[in-house]
């Protein structure tokens, strides 16, 4: 019958939060470690940790510089008990005195209790061995579980503050990224045209944010492409080869980072840039250090109408609620080129309006004159100060 290994079940590894392979150092248990080898008399004592399928020693005494206790079979009933597991001669146990491991290495005894954090998760083992058979006292076993349990309790100590720090660090990201919204929002709500505001904009998520590089490329309808129009680049930065190549280059749909976020609309993060062979700038990034990197799209009404790209020189794992809210970024910068795209409009129109030699007058419903353009002053004589407001029947005096 085959003998499960600790990765085997599930609930070994079922754990959320911090990794406890990183906040646990071996220098915290060396002094329980310790303890338990006198305790239980026994030459070899430590405490291993099983996490993502992975055995780890974090205290060890007695132990072979290249030894690798978890390996031994033993682990596989240890932390599935509810209690301390005792092997007294491996030798003549049926469970393991046939298993080539057992066999033919020099231990005879093991005893391991399981490690269980306050939440229910094992993470472990206890354990002592020795190269000879032996039955530990009741005392012993006692002082075992006594052990185990201080060990549990600085696991759940260094567990929690692990966490409050995590909980923190994302308080002050929150807190980061609350600002620099807001600061975009303000900068949106004060400039009066685009190029006014894209560069502050990259400014904005580049130093508040921890990015290098900020690109904004914009749709051009004439030739249905992507065309850098604004960038901008942390003083310190070695990216000037890849900013100004970037400023010469034109994205089709679906062509590099820009061309893939222009055609499916959806945010895009890349772990390392220079590894990334849809990023057509592969190569420069990895030469000027350039490594993660993330775009999303700036869509007004329905209609993708830029991408803004980031570069950063180190590697970063995606991150949702970054993406989420640049996101919700690139719409307000869409409702405000959607809107500056109005207005542009509704100018050109006046000035047609307002250079042509036809007479074009605008009223209300109720016939009152609300616009008066060169023409009809030309035509009626009448000066704009003279009509505005007043009803349109007054170009047209009733007949004698």
Known sequence: MKLPRPEEDAGLNARHGPAIVNILSEETFDDLTRLAAQLCSAPIAFIHVTENNQHYIKSGIG?????????????SHAVLQSDVFIVSDVSIDPRFSTDPRVRSGPL?????????????????????MGPSPKVLHPDQIESLRTAARQVTCRFNLRIQLAELKQRTHEGKLFRERLAAEHAITQVLAQSKTLSDAVPKILRIVCENLGW?????????????????????????????????????????????????????????????????????????????GLHGAFAF????????????????????????SLLEMMSNVGSQIGQ?????????????WAAIVESSEDAIIGKTLDGIITSWNSGAEKIFGYSSEEVLDQPISILFPPSA
Request: hydrophobic fraction near 40%; charged fraction near 25%.
């Open 108 to 128: 005879r005894f093991y005893a391991g209790v399981p490690l269980m954090t306050d939440r229910g998760e094992i993470v472990g083992t206890l354990s002592v």
């Open 63 to 75: 132990l072979e510089p290249q030894a690798n206790p978890p390996d031994l079979p033993f682990f």
């Open 212 to 288: 290098t590089i900020g690109i904004f490329w914009r749709v051009s309808d004439q030739v249905s492409a992507l065309t850098c129009v604004e960038t901008w680049q942390a003083p310190s930065a070695n990216g000037s080869d890849f900013e100004a190549s970037s400023r010469e280059m034109i994205f089709e749909p679906n062509e590099g980072l820009p061309g893939q976020v222009w055609s499916h609309g959806e945010p895009t993060w890349i772990i390392d840039a220079a590894e990334e062979p849809l990023l057509a700038r592969a190569s420069l990034a990895a030469k000027e």
């Open 297 to 320: 799209p700036v869509r007004g009404q329905n209609k993708i109408l830029g991408v803004m790209e980031f570069f950063c020189s180190g590697r970063k794992k995606p991150d949702d």
């Open 336 to 348: 405000f080129m959607t809107r500056k795209q109005a207005e542009e409009t509704l100018v050109q």
